[in-house]
C-alpha cells in the first residue's frame, strides 16, 4: 500500500484515483480548492499529475517544497486547443511538460507515462482487442521501478510496457497526443492507445 495524492479531479485523475484505491493503495484526490494540492502532495510518497497540461507547470512549480523527494507520475499533456477542443498543437514543441517539470523540480523524480491512450484503457488496458503500450520516460531509475509497479496494480502486464529512458524522451510520447484529434474524427471517440507492433 502506497499514499497516493492526484492532482486533478476530472475525467482522467478520478479513474486513475478510483483504481488505484480499488488495488489497495491510499489515495488522496486534491481539487481546485485553495491549498488542497499542497496538502494532498505534502503527505504523499507518490504525486500524480492529472491537471490541464496547459497550466501544469505554474500549478506544480508552486508546489516545489511538497514535492520535494516525492516520485512526481506525469499523465498529461501540453497542448494549444483548436476550437473543437481538441489538441492542435504542443505549447512546448522541442521539448515536453515532463522535462520542463524536471527543470523546475529537481528535487522530484519525474516519470512520464500513460499519456499515448484515452483516458478509459490507463486504468483498464485488457480492454483493447490487441495489446497497448505504456512508456516510461525518466532519469531516475527506482522511481521508474516504482511506476512500473503501479502500473502493474492497474492491469499492465511486464510486455505491455516500455522503458524509452531519460526524462527528454517524453517528447516524443507527447507528440502523439497530435494523433488523438485525427483519430476521434476518423473513428469516434473509442478508447484506444498507440502501440508498437514487434
Known sequence: MTTIAVLGNGR???????????????????????????????????????????????????????????ILVDVSNATVDGPDGLPADLIYPGSSLAEQLQEALPETRVVKTLNTMLFPVMTAPAMLTQAPDAFLSGDDPQAKQ???????????????ITDLGGIQTARATEAAILFVPHVIRSSGFAPFAISIAR
Request: proline share 3%; charged share 25%; no cysteine.
Open 12 to 70: 482522467v485523475g478520478g479513474n486513475l484515483a478510483t483504481a488505484l484505491t480499488r488495488a489497495g493503495h491510499e489515495v488522496t484526490v486534491a481539487d481546485r480548492t485553495p491549498g488542497a494540492a499542497a496538502d494532498a502532495a505534502r503527505t504523499a510518497r507518490i504525486v500524480i499529475n492529472a491537471t490541464p497540461g496547459a497550466g501544469s507547470l505554474d500549478r506544480l512549480a508552486a508546489l516545489r517544497e511538497e514535492l520535494r523527494d516525492k
Open 146 to 160: 516504482t511506476v512500473r509497479e503501479l502500473l502493474s496494480n492497474l492491469g499492465w502486464r511486464k510486455e505491455w
